[in-house]
C-alpha cells in the first residue's frame, strides 16, 4: 500500500513517524519547498509542486497511491482543494489532518480578522510596536504602515516589499511562555498578530499578550473543502488509514 502525506508541519512529520515500519505500507510525504531547512520526516521525501489539482491526480495515478492524507498548514491556500479535486480524479480515498484552530479564554483582547489586509487596517488603533507572527509571506500588507515598528519572527528572511521599520528575528518553534514573556518585554511590544494556527508549539504568546493585557490580531482560517473527513490529530490520521486500507497495527514510535 503506497500512502502519500502532503506534509510540512509538525503533525505530518508526526503521523510519518507513527506509519513508519509498517509492513507493507510505503509512505511518502510531500514538501512544498518553502522553507530552505525543512525537517523531513522518516521515509520518502518530495519537494516541490505538482502543477495544481491535475498534476496531483497524474501523480496519484502513475505511483499508484491508495491513500492521501492533507496534512498541510491550515494556511496552506489552494492544496487543500488541489488535493479534493486530485483525489476524486484518481478516485484515491483522502483524508484532512487538521490541528484544532484556538480558542480565546477570559482576559483574551482578540481583534478578529479575515485576511491580513484587514489585520493591517486595525493596527494603527491598537498599538505602536507590532510583533508579527504571521511568517515571512505577506509583509507587503503591512508595508503601508510606516508609522509603526514591526518584529517580524519567520524561519527563513522574509523579502521585499515589508514595513520600513522592520526587525527580523530568525526562529522556529516550539517557542516558550518564559520567553515569549521576555522577547515581549525586552522589545516593548504593545499589540501582537498571529495567524489561527493552532497548536501548542506556537500558543504559548497567546498566553503571554494575555498576562501583559496586549490586543493581539487574530487572522481567520481561509476556507476549506467540505466534503472531506477531518481529524484532529495524527493519531486519529494512523488509525483512519489502518482501517482503511487494512493494515492491522500501525507501528512506529508511541504507536502501542
Do not use: C, N, Y
Not at 514538501?31 to 522518516?42: D, E, N
Not at 505538482?50 to 501523480?59: D, L, N, P, S, V
Amino acid at each position: 500500500m503506497h500512502v502519500l502525506i502532503l506534509g510540512g508541519t509538525s503533525e505530518a512529520r508526526r503521523l510519518a513517524e507513527l506509519l513508519h515500519g509498517t509492513p507493507g505500507l510505503r509512505l511518502t510525504s510531500s514538501l512544498a519547498g518553502r522553507v530552505a531547512r525543512p525537517r523531513l520526516p522518516p521515509g520518502e521525501v518530495r519537494v516541490g509542486g505538482f502543477g495544481g489539482a491535475e498534476g496531483m491526480a497524474g501523480w496519484l495515478a502513475e505511483q499508484s497511491v491508495d491513500a492521501l492524507i492533507d496534512a498541510t498548514h491550515p494556511f496552506a491556500g489552494t492544496i487543500g482543494f488541489h488535493a479534493a479535486e486530485a483525489a476524486a480524479t484518481a478516485h484515491v480515498p483522502l483524508l484532512a489532518l487538521r490541528r484544532p484552530g484556538w480558542v480565546p479564554v477570559e482576559g483574551d483582547r482578540w481583534h478578529d480578522a479575515g485576511s491580513l489586509a484587514e489585520a493591517a487596517r486595525l493596527l494603527p488603533a491598537l498599538g505602536r510596536r507590532v510583533f508579527l507572527t504571521t511568517g515571512r509571506m505577506g509583509l507587503a500588507a503591512f508595508a503601508d504602515l510606516a508609522g509603526l515598528w514591526f518584529l517580524v519572527r519567520s524561519v527563513d528572511p522574509p523579502g521585499s516589499p515589508r514595513p520600513p521599520r522592520t526587525e527580523v528575528l530568525l526562529d522556529r518553534g516550539p517557542f516558550t511562555l518564559d520567553g515569549e514573556r521576555e522577547l515581549l518585554l525586552r522589545h516593548g511590544i504593545d499589540v501582537l498578530v498571529t495567524k489561527d494556527s493552532g497548536g501548542a508549539a506556537t500558543a504559548p504568546k497567546l498566553t503571554a499578550a494575555r498576562e501583559a493585557g496586549l490586543p493581539v490580531v487574530v487572522v481567520r482560517r481561509p476556507p476549506v473543502p467540505a466534503d472531506v473527513p477531518v481529524v484532529p490529530d495524527p493519531r486519529a490520521a494512523a488509525r483512519w488509514l489502518a482501517e482503511r486500507l487494512g493494515l492491522g497495527v500501525v507501528h512506529g514510535p508511541g504507536s502501542g
